[in-house]
C-alpha cells in the first residue's frame, strides 16, 4: 500500500506565495510520474502541473510562469512551489501518482487526502 500526503497548504493574500510538499510512504521502489491537481468549490478536478520521474514538466496555461514543481526521486517527494498567487488559485490542492512500483506490484491512481490553498484578494 502506498501513502501520499500533501503539506503546506494555507490562507494568503493575492501576490504572496506557499509551497507545497507531497512525501510517498510504502515499499516503494519507484514512482513514474508525480503530479499536483486541484478542485475548487463547484468545479471539476483539474491538473495543475506534472513531472516525470526524468524530470520533465508539464503545466496548465494558468499557472505557468508562477508555479514550479520539482521532485525528489530518492525521497519520493514532489513539491509545487506558487508564485504570485491568485484567488482564481484557490481549491483544494491534491498530489497524485498513476503509477507506483513497489517490491510486490505496481499500484495505480493514487491520491493525497489534500490541502486546501486559500488566496484573498
Known amino acids: 500500500q502506498v501513502q501520499l500526503v500533501e503539506s503546506g497548504g494555507g490562507l494568503v493574500q493575492a501576490g504572496e506565495s506557499l509551497r507545497l510538499s507531497c512525501a510517498a510512504s510504502?515499499?516503494?521502489?519507484?514512482?513514474?510520474?508525480m503530479g499536483w491537481y486541484r478542485q475548487a468549490p463547484g468545479k471539476q478536478r483539474e491538473v495543475v502541473e506534472t513531472?516525470?520521474?526524468?524530470?520533465?514538466?508539464n503545466y496548465a496555461d494558468s499557472v505557468k510562469g508562477r508555479f514550479t514543481i520539482a521532485r525528489d526521486n530518492t525521497k519520493n517527494t514532489v513539491h509545487l512551489q506558487m508564485n504570485n498567487l491568485k484567488p482564481e488559485d484557490t481549491a483544494v490542492y491534491y498530489c497524485?501518482?498513476?503509477?507506483?512500483?513497489?517490491?510486490?506490484?505496481?499500484?495505480?491512481?493514487?491520491w493525497g487526502q489534500g490541502t486546501q490553498v486559500t488566496v484573498s484578494a
Open positions: 513531472i516525470t520521474i526524468g524530470g520533465s514538466a
Open positions: 497524485y501518482a498513476p503509477l507506483v512500483f513497489t517490491a510486490q506490484t505496481i499500484i495505480y491512481n493514487s
Open positions: 510504502g515499499n516503494i521502489f519507484s514512482i513514474d510520474t
